[in-house]
Structures are given as structure tokens and as C-alpha cells.
Nanobody, 123 residues
Framework: QVQLVESGGGLVQAGGSLRLSCAAS????????MGWFRQAPGKEREFVAA????????LYADSVKGRFTISRDNAKNMVYLQMNSLEPEDTAVYYC????????????????WGQGTQVTVSA
């Protein structure tokens, strides 16, 4: 079992920044890729970013490239998503997820999920 708990969401004005955190516990060594997804009201869950356990391999959705940065601190079992230049279109519930193997954008390949944290960007 792996438990994931997100934090750091909130309300921010367009152009602002937020940093999301994901605390992982349990058998984290077995799930070496961590990802962030988001889901806006009425929309499907979409990939945001992912990182391998070493941090040497990362993936980003085109919509966030250059604005968001995923990172991890394995000593603390933490994964972060630094979000800069936020836009109203970034408003969504953000989820942390874990999977075995290489990073991928496919939500169905991630086995464990957190409960999500709300990010709201006002115009």
C-alpha cells in the first residue's frame, strides 16, 4: 500500500504562483514514478507532469511546459509541483499519483492516488 496526501492548493490571482506538495508513505520504494494530474469541473482528468524516482526523467503536458516544474525529495518521500504564471485555465483539483515503471501520461497506468487539492486561479 502507498498513501499519498496532497497539500498546498488555494486561491491565487492570474500570474501568481503556488507550490503543491505530495507526501508519500507506505511501500514507496515499489512505486518509482510520481505524477501530477488535474481535473476541472465537467472535464476528464488530465496529465500535468511526472518524474522518475531519480528525478532524471520528467514529462510535462504541453499546456504547462515552461510554467510548472515537478521535483522530488526522496529522503523525505515528497513530490512537489511548482506552478508559476498561473492562468484561470489551470483551475482544477490536482492529484498526486504513483506507478511502477517509467513515467507516462496515461492516468490508467497509475496505481495509487491522493485525495486531491483544489487550485483556483482568478482572472
Amino acid at each position: 500500500q502507498v498513501q499519498l496526501v496532497e497539500s498546498g492548493g488555494g486561491l491565487v490571482q492570474a500570474g501568481g504562483s503556488l507550490r503543491l506538495s505530495c507526501a508519500a508513505s507506505g511501500r514507496t520504494f515499489s512505486y518509482n514514478t510520481m505524477g501530477w494530474f488535474r481535473q476541472a469541473p465537467g472535464k476528464e482528468r488530465e496529465f500535468v507532469a511526472a518524474t522518475s524516482w531519480s528525478g532524471g526523467s520528467t514529462l510535462y503536458a504541453d499546456s504547462v511546459k515552461g510554467r510548472f516544474t515537478i521535483s522530488r525529495d526522496n529522503a523525505k518521500n515528497m513530490v512537489y509541483l511548482q506552478m508559476n504564471s498561473l492562468e484561470p485555465e489551470d483551475t482544477a483539483v490536482y492529484y498526486c499519483a504513483a506507478k511502477v515503471g517509467t513515467a507516462t501520461i496515461l492516468a490508467r497506468s497509475y496505481y495509487y492516488w491522493g485525495q486531491g487539492t483544489q487550485v483556483t486561479v482568478s482572472a
